[in-house]
């Protein structure tokens, strides 16, 4: 019975720290536009930011407040870039989300919030 319970404390702490260790695998940092500003019009056309996919990512869901995801898979040589679609006045929400070959999501993501006046 000690060594079931040995085996699966043992079999935990192997889960714990390879979990861990994808979700440190990659990253994901949005530079333009940061988080909180305040822009002047339509200053915003692009998305830049650099990524290093972890080991389970193919590319990224790039959502711009509650529209359609645009795919993004230049990922390589970054810093990156996507053009924004036309964005209103107002508060605008970001959001970039590593993603498999099938597009199901990592859990990786940034996000970054500001308003355009």
Same mark, same amino acid.
């Given at each position: 019975?000690k ?9 935990? /702490?192997?889960? !714990?720290? +390879?979990t861990s260790?994808?979700?440190d #695998?990659? &990253?994901?940092? *949005? /530079?333009?536009p !940061?988080? +909180? ?5 339509n #200053?915003? &056309?692009?998305? *830049?930011?650099r990524?290093?996919? +972890? ?13 359609k ?24 929400v970001?959001i970039?989300k ?10 990786l ?9």
């Open positions: 019975m060594t079931i319970i040995r085996s699966v404390i043992a079999l935990a /702490i192997g889960f !714990s720290i +390879g260790y994808a979700a #695998a990659g &990253s994901i940092s *949005i /530079i333009t !940061s988080d +909180g500003a305040v822009v002047q019009g #200053a915003i &056309s692009k998305l *830049i930011y990524v290093k996919l +972890g080991p389970q990512g193919d590319h990224l869901h790039v959502y711009v407040d509650d529209q995801p645009i795919v993004d898979r230049e990922v390589t040589g970054c810093p990156c870039a996507v053009d924004l679609p036309p964005l209103s006045a107002g508060k605008h970001i970039v590593e993603a498999r070959a099938d597009h199901s999501l990592t859990g993501q940034s996000s970054t919030m500001f308003i355009t006046k």
